[in-house]
């Protein structure tokens, strides 16, 4: 039976909960036991990990890694090489479970401009936006802008992306 996604042919996809017209690119890795949507785009050397969920019209640009226990909602954009975390005291020598690592959740339609990093344990807000480089530590609420190191709103944006001005309307 042919499967109702694509997987290049030097793409590598184990999990056996993957949606219908998602793609998977060259030298991306999809594990056992993840979780993928329909219609996402998985871009090249992206990996998503055992535990992951990623949700339906969702885009991993190139370089993306997605860890256990991070959830994508419907429509979450991650730029190119996004940084996520799951272990918010890694240590090599120190081996863990599962259940000690931290859950990060990304709200529908949430964006995260390339190479910010997204340190684990915070909820990103529905429809929020989160610049590129932004190093990110705690919650980000429903279309808040947010840039920097550490990450600071600077603004609000409506769900089309563009900034919102005092009255909060999107055109």
């Known amino acids: ?15 056996d ?14 594990m056992k036991g993840a979780k993928i949507g329909d ?18 019209h969702c885009t991993l640009k190139n ?15 991650l730029g190119p090489n996004a940084v996520m975390t799951n272990d918010l005291l890694p240590r090599c020598r120190v081996k863990k479970g599962e259940e000690e690592f931290a859950p990060t959740l990304f ?3 949430a964006t995260v401009g390339a190479n910010a990093t997204i340190v684990c344990g915070v909820t990103v ?16 609420p429903d279309h808040a802008l947010v840039y920097g190191n550490p990450a600071r709103q600077h603004g609000w944006v409506c769900e089309c992306g563009r900034p919102l001005e005092a009255d909060i309307e999107c055109e």
């Open 39 to 56: 219609h996402c785009n998985i871009g090249e050397c992206s990996y998503v990990e055992t535990g992951a969920v990623v949700g339906n």
């Open 1 to 15: 039976m042919e499967r109702p996604y694509f997987v290049h042919e030097k793409g590598i996809c184990e999990s």
């Open 125 to 140: 807000g529905r429809n929020a936006m989160i610049g590129a480089g932004a190093v990110v530590t705690h919650n980000v």
């Open 17 to 30: 909960d993957v949606g219908k017209e998602t793609r998977i690119w060259a030298f991306a890795h999809v």
């Open 107 to 109: 709200k529908e339609g």
């Open 63 to 77: 370089g993306v890694s997605v860890w256990d226990k991070v959830v994508l909602e419907d429509y979450v954009f």
